[in-house]
T-cell receptor, first 115, second 115 residues
Framework: GENVEQHPSTLSVQEGDSAVIKCTYS??????FPWYKQELGKGPQLIID?????GEKKDQRIAVTLNKTAKHFSLHITETQPEDSAVYFC??????????????FGKGTHLIIQP | SAVISQKPSRDICQRGTSLTIQCQVD?????MFWYRQQPGQSLTLIAT?????????ESGFVIDKFPISRPNLTFSTLTVSNMSPEDSSIYLC????????????FGPGTRLTVL
């Protein structure tokens, strides 16, 4: 089955700086890679995703890059703000026309934005 | 995106008892998933619940311990049976987006403590 590794487990950055979280996956068949933000006491919130036919996707301050050959993908957050502080999870799954597998998650990164 | 609610939001139970968790979605969805998140950990897929078919369980999870119902396209239940303290976790349901087909949205979770 799929295995997703995520690094670092904790990341502390100064407000306004950039943050980068990296993940690797093992199953070359996986073709869908979402990122979730989880705040204390809440369910995970989808913030951005990328499909395997795309190398990069951007949404305002958030971007995700995918290297299919190396089987790794990364989340980039620029101009970090205090409200970005949360736990971030990467995930992978296989999506086909008839539906999708459940997600395999990384272990999470606790992002701390220092004022 | 879909709006997902779960009941109860939290509960404290005695070992040996069972708890049924409800998941309600505001739109019809084909695929629903149940995940477990142990304290401070990542999310692990328990089972996939498609309407009209038996739930499919991941390795390490069995129907006798986690029976699932999926009576219609907007509702599902997960029962945690014969509970022990090791079952203390957050239980989350998720659904595939009714429009995009591969985005997964999560409910707020049910925080279960077993004494």
């Amino acid at each position: 089955g799929e295995n997703v590794e995520q690094h670092p487990s904790t990341l502390s950055v100064q407000e306004g700086d950039s943050a980068v979280i990296k993940c690797t996956y093992s199953d070359s068949a996986s073709n869908y890679f979402p990122w979730y933000k989880q705040e204390l006491g809440k369910g995970p919130q989808l913030i951005i995703d990328i499909r395997s036919n795309v190398g990069e996707k951007k949404d305002q301050r958030i971007a995700v890059t995918l290297n299919k050959t190396a089987k790794h993908f990364s989340l980039h957050i620029t101009e970090t703000q205090p409200e970005d502080s949360a736990v971030y999870f990467c995930a992978a799954s296989l999506y086909s026309g008839g539906g999708a597998d459940g997600l395999t998650f990384g272990k999470g990164t606790h992002l701390i934005i220092q004022p | 995106s879909a709006v997902i609610s779960q009941k109860p939001s939290r509960d404290i139970c005695q070992r040996g008892t069972s708890l049924t968790i409800q998941c309600q979605v505001d739109s019809q969805v084909t695929m629903m998933f149940w995940y477990r998140q142990q304290p401070g950990q990542s999310l692990t897929l328990i089972a996939t619940a498609n309407q009209g078919s038996e739930a499919t369980y991941e390795s390490g999870f069995v129907i006798d311990k986690f029976p699932i119902s999926r009576p219609n396209l907007t509702f599902s239940t997960l029962t945690v049976s014969n509970m022990s303290p090791e079952d203390s976790s957050i239980y989350l349901c998720s659904v595939l987006s009714p429009t995009s087909g591969n985005e997964q949205f999560f409910g707020p979770g049910t925080r279960l403590t077993v004494l």
